[in-house]
């Protein structure tokens, strides 16, 4: 399972550099294999993208933002829902992986289950 993250090379945005830049170095620090796709940089990956956030998680007005996040073609969720899941202790939960042995996510799984 590959865990693609949709950016903008090119954003006018801080914000949006900002939370692009949290989640990639928080995939990179934990060792969680990804693909960067730049929208910026490359239409088909802009398109794709669009097409591909479920209705119910696109702005009421014009297009999702960078960051949006899948594993393989399943949308997982924007910054926002990836802010929640880690201040939870649930991003391995909200990418669809199973959790590392010895994490605070698995530890969590593990009490929830006894």
């Known amino acids: 399972m590959v865990i693609r993250v949709y950016i903008a090379s090119s ?11 949290d989640v990639l170095c928080f995939l990179e ?3 969680i294999g990804f693909e960067e796709k730049d929208i910026a940089a490359n239409e088909e990956n802009r398109k794709w993208m669009r097409e591909n956030v479920p209705e119910d998680s696109r702005p009421s007005t014009g ?11 399943q949308y997982r969720g924007d910054y926002d829902a990836f802010f929640e899941a880690r201040e939870n202790n649930a991003v391995y939960a909200f990418l669809g992986l199973t959790a590392p042995p010895g994490s605070k996510e698995a530890e969590a799984q593990a009490n929830q289950q006894a």
Request: proline content about 12%.
């Open 29 to 31: 620090a934990n060792k």
């Open 63 to 73: 297009y999702p933002l960078p960051p949006q996040i899948f594993n393989e073609c």
């Open 11 to 21: 954003s006018g945005s801080t914000a949006i550099k900002k939370k692009q830049q």
